[in-house]
């Protein structure tokens, strides 16, 4: 192959206008050489992993194996490629091979980070059984507490913070968010709340310290319950909170005042919503609400599967629906619906925050986690935060209630939340 013939694919592969460098093993240099924002291909291994799975897995799996290499902004890198992750058109994949011919389609070892594939993972059980939520859920967040810890902040909150004011810190707009939450639970002193999915306990404190309830969370990782409660404990709180190592179906109480699901739904399954919602419902009083806050798509019609590099190395099994199935489901289960709020513009935000804590601590979440997982979630984060930019996904949250047999609802004619 000639000298700058890689480049000249390369060079097909960028948007035009971004001040991003690509450098080729060869040689080759595309783009801005002056950009402190470099791709660099550091073997033809990277391109066979490229190649050989094309789009976003391929692009994963070099990158976290180490042949593909980012420096600079990882976000303005990804922006650059985005017709790479997108999908690149069949003109484009025809043209490309015959420049390059079929050499790089070659078998290469995937990553030990990567999860079986969805047919493989079928093998050990139903999608959605307890068994195969409880190891999905064990991938994601049974990493190490304190490597999320350098990359959540003290919130130690996981799911999309809300910002009060353009110049609010993260650790503001995740307080804001639980008291929107909280808010909109309409929760008073000595009332019941149920928080599944409830991560590292930060919704059940939150709601016992500020708003005086009695809260129980539950999470299917065991290392978020362990440190939830521990944490609950030294707040002083552990006299109405606690936070379980449970799978939200094994509950037994039931008469709550208010359920929250922050960033469970995605969990879920769109064919088990309708028993998700049936079971929340359940364990509801009357005039009880249900404040659920999940990603979405933008629309319906789309599919609910996520993509392979969220299925493969972040979320195995995850699932997201349009709000309009989520509102859908609600109505049809027991809730009457009466408010929804898209906070992507907020998510998109968060994990700008989140982003910036990796990269200021990257040597020691390294250490802690390994240089493959550190890279599995910078890159799961930037492109999250690009996908909540350009509208591929959103962050809703929608409150439902139950109503009485006499049809009240036990709501104001015009709440405002008081936040």
Request: one cysteine or more; proline letters at 4%.
């Amino acid at each position: 192959m000639a000298q700058g013939e890689l480049g000249e694919v390369f060079g097909r592969l960028l948007t035009a206008g971004e001040h991003v460098a690509i450098t080729l093993y060869d040689g080759s240099v595309v783009g801005d050489p002056d950009s402190p924002h470099r791709i660099d291909v550091r073997s033809p291994t990277a391109l066979s992993y490229v190649f050989s799975a094309p789009g976003e897995l391929g692009l994963a799996r070099a990158y976290v194996t180490g042949h593909l290499d980012v420096h600079g902004d990882l976000y303005t890198v990804l922006r650059a490629l985005t017709a790479v992750i997108d999908g690149l058109s069949v003109r484009d994949k025809l043209w490309i091979m015959r420049r390059l011919g079929t050499r790089y389609l070659r078998s290469v070892p995937v990553p030990a980070e990567e999860a079986p594939s969805r047919v493989k993972r079928g093998l050990r059980g139903l999608r959605h059984s307890k068994s195969r939520d409880s190891a999905a859920i064990s991938q994601h967040y049974d990493v190490s507490n304190h490597f999320y810890e350098l990359v959540l902040g003290p919130s130690m909150a996981y799911t999309c913070a809300c910002y009060p004011e353009e110049g609010a810190t993260l650790e503001e707009a995740q307080f804001h968010k639980f008291d929107l939450v909280c808010r909109k639970l309409a929760l008073e002193p000595g009332m019941r709340l149920l928080d599944v999915g409830c991560g590292w306990g930060g919704m059940v404190a939150h709601a016992a310290e500020h708003y005086g309830v009695r809260a129980i969370g539950v999470t299917l990782s065991r290392e978020q319950a362990q440190w939830g409660q521990k944490h609950i404990v030294a707040r002083g709180l552990a006299d109405r909170a606690e936070v379980r190592h449970l799978d939200y179906r094994d509950v037994a109480e039931g008469g709550f005042d208010a359920v929250s699901s922050i960033g469970l739904t995605e969990h879920i399954g769109a064919r088990n919503l309708p028993s998700y919602f049936r079971f929340l419902h359940s364990k509801l009083r009357d005039g009880g609400r249900l404040l659920n806050h999940c990603i979405t798509r933008p629309t319906t019609r789309e599919p609910t599967h996520t993509g392979p590099f969220i299925d493969r190395y972040v979320f195995p099994d995850g699932e997201l629906e349009g709000v309009g199935t989520i509102i859908s489901a609600m109505q049809d289960h027991g809730f009457e619906v009466r408010h929804s709020e898209n906070l992507r513009e907020h998510y998109a935000r968060t994990l700008a925050a989140w982003c910036a804590n990796l990269d200021a601590n990257w040597s020691e979440a390294v250490q802690e986690a390994g240089v493959r997982r550190a890279r599995v979630w910078a890159l799961y984060m930037a492109a999250s935060r690009l996908g909540f930019e350009r509208h591929k996904i959103e962050l809703q949250q929608v409150l439902g209630v139950k109503v009485a047999v006499n049809g009240d609802a036990a709501m104001p004619l015009r709440p405002d939340w008081g936040v």
